[in-house]
């Protein structure tokens, strides 16, 4: 309310540039104030995702919890400010790709890390599920040397009983060698 009776006082001493430019101003105040409500959102917003994120992370014991839950703040509070820049009618198209590729960058390695450094876990698994399919537990089977009679098949691995006592073969074994199933389970005869 104040600029407008400014506005009129600048017009009646006739300084018409300066009351244009009052003019922009008040019209350019709601985009003003709309921006700085998407900001604050988002801070909001990324506050209480990277707070839920890092509980749910110490829910299940991750040591990387704490990351996880400013990576989350940080990111909501990027594309929040994105967002209130862009509606104040600049062009955030490069500032918008620049986030992209740099979000698609740091999630694709840390994909590709995870792939590579769980890769013997993922194929055991794989292994295993296939294993349920072929053997049962009372078998007696033999591989790479290791003879006995199959406890149990976990989800990565096989416990035999041996002669030596309990051996447990990891399932991606079964997969990769010859395995000979020297007898069946009695339910199976």
Do not use: C
């Not at 244009?20 to 003003?32: A, E, V, Y």
């Not at 967002?83 to 740099?102: E, R, S």
């Not at 890769?119 to 007696?140: C, F, W």
């Amino acid at each position: 309310m104040l600029l407008f009776f400014i506005a009129a006082a600048v017009e009646s001493l006739g300084l018409p540039g300066l009351a244009d430019w009052i003019n922009q101003l008040i019209q350019f105040l709601p985009r003003l104030v709309v921006s700085g409500l998407i900001l604050v959102a988002g801070y909001l917003l990324g506050t209480l995702g990277g707070d839920f994120m890092r509980t749910a992370a110490l829910a299940r014991g991750l040591d990387s919890a704490e990351a996880l839950g400013l990576m989350t703040r940080g990111l909501a509070v990027t594309f929040a400010a994105i967002l209130g820049i862009g509606h104040l009618g600049l062009d955030v198209g490069l500032l918008a790709n620049l986030v992209t590729i740099a979000a698609a960058a740091i999630l694709g390695g840390l994909g590709l890390g995870f792939g590579i450094g769980a890769r013997d876990q993922v194929s055991n698994i794989l292994a295993s599920h296939q294993l349920r399919k072929l053997y049962r537990v009372g078998q007696q089977v033999r591989i790479d040397g290791t003879e006995g009679e199959i406890l149990e098949i976990t989800s990565t691995a096989v416990v035999l009983d041996t002669a030596e006592g309990r051996a447990l073969v990891p399932a991606r074994l079964f997969n990769d060698s010859v395995s000979l199933l020297k007898q069946r389970a009695d339910s199976d005869v």
